[in-house]
Nanobody, 115 residues
Framework: QVRLVESGGGLVQAGGSLRLSCAAS????????MGWYRQPPGKQRELVAT???????NYADSVKGRFTISRDNAWNTVDLQMNKLKPEDTAVYYC?????????WGKGTLVTVSS
């Protein structure tokens, strides 16, 4: 079992920055990848960024060049640095972990970007 707790959400003006953090606990060994997803109001959940056990990162086109995902080597935390935020980045952001083909999710943290 992997438990994930997100933090760092809040209200920010367009052009500003926020840093989200995901704290992982439980059985974190053998995690294959972790990532951030988001669900804008009235829309489906979508991928934001992922990072593999080897450090390979993947970003949605909409956030490339603005967001950066990082992790510590022990998979204790995975962060998402978000710069140059836009109103369309407004969403609930969820942390995700994949371990032995099972997906684990946090409860989410709300990010609101005002214009």
């Amino acid at each position: 079992q992997v438990r994930l707790v997100e933090s760092g959400g809040g209200l920010v003006q367009a052009g500003g920055s926020l840093r989200l953090s995901c704290a992982a606990s439980g059985i974190t060994r053998s995690i294959d990848a972790m990532g951030w997803y988001r669900q804008p109001p009235g829309k489906q959940r979508e991928l934001v960024a992922t990072i593999s056990s080897g450090g390979t990162t993947n970003y949605a086109d909409s956030v490339k060049g603005r967001f950066t995902i990082s992790r510590d080597n022990a998979w204790n935390t995975v962060d998402l640095q978000m710069n140059k935020l836009k109103p369309e980045d407004t969403a609930v952001y969820y942390c995700n972990a994949i371990r032995y083909n099972m997906a684990y999710w946090g409860k989410g943290t709300l990010v609101t970007v005002s214009s």
